[in-house]
């Protein structure tokens, strides 16, 4: 299999994490959300997700974490893209957040990404900023539009996103985070509107 198929197949795979669910804004429903993802090289990396039922969607988002090559392309801007690496393992976490405390107990201890999906949720329609806060890298992208971008190899950067209109209901929400070390790595989402910030809300 080719680089530009390899891309093209982990692109597919993941873009499923986000439209294979059907939410019904109402009354957060969700049908189902199925999961799957192909590594590099066309291995695959997790499996399927679903079936959470018709009472409404479980808080939380799935994260991915992986090793990646650190001399690869850490600072692109597209929401798919894993540098050739491995897949280490897939698990639920309740939102946005990273630090040497937080991180699973198997998760790569140098050259470390972290991948989260799922949806944010806003009960009040308005303009909404978001502050993204990372050593090293981070991104951050909503509705499929990249909002806060804080790449690149350095100690804690905080970055807030211009102002997205959002109506109430959830919103497709993915964000990609890069470490060298893990004992200095962190990554951090919150959301604010008319100067009070707080922990958003996530469900899968």
Request: charged residues 15%; hydrophobic residues 40%; glycine residues 12%.
């Given at each position: 299999m080719t680089a530009a198929r390899d891309?093209?197949?982990?692109?597919?795979?993941?873009?499923?994490?986000?439209?294979?669910?059907?939410v019904v804004l109402a009354g957060l429903a969700i049908s189902a959300i199925v999961l799957g993802m192909a590594g590099q090289?066309?291995?695959?990396?997790?499996?399927?997700?679903?079936?959470?039922?018709?009472?409404?969607?479980?808080?939380?988002?799935?994260?991915?974490?992986?090793?990646?090559?650190a001399f690869g392309d850490l600072s692109s801007s597209d929401p798919d893209l894993v540098p050739p690496g491995d897949h280490i393992l897939t698990r639920t976490n309740p939102g946005i957040s990273l630090d040497r405390n937080s991180l699973p107990r198997n998760a790569p201890q140098s050259d470390g990404m972290a991948i989260w999906a799922g949806y944010v949720s806003v009960r009040v329609p308005g303009d909404y900023i978001f502050r993204l806060e990372s050593a090293d890298g981070s991104w951050l992208w909503v509705d499929g539009?990249?909002?806060?971008?804080?790449?690149?190899?350095?100690?804690?950067?905080?970055?807030?996103?211009?102002?997205?209109?959002?109506?109430?209901?959830?919103?497709?929400?993915?964000?990609?985070?890069?470490?060298?070390?893990?004992?200095?790595?962190?990554?951090?989402?919150?959301?604010?509107?008319?100067?009070?910030?707080?922990e958003p809300v996530f469900y899968r």
């Open positions: 891309e093209t197949a982990i692109a597919d795979a993941f873009y499923t994490v986000l439209s294979a669910g059907i090289q066309g291995k695959a990396v997790a499996g399927q997700a679903g079936g959470i039922g018709d009472a409404g969607m479980a808080k939380g988002l799935y994260a991915f974490y992986y090793t990646v090559d539009s990249l909002i806060a971008d804080n790449h690149g190899v350095h100690p804690p950067v905080t970055v807030d996103s211009a102002p997205v209109h959002l109506s109430a209901g959830c919103h497709v929400i993915k964000a990609k985070c890069f470490y060298t070390d893990a004992d200095s790595a962190s990554c951090h989402v919150l959301i604010g509107t008319d100067g009070t910030w707080s």
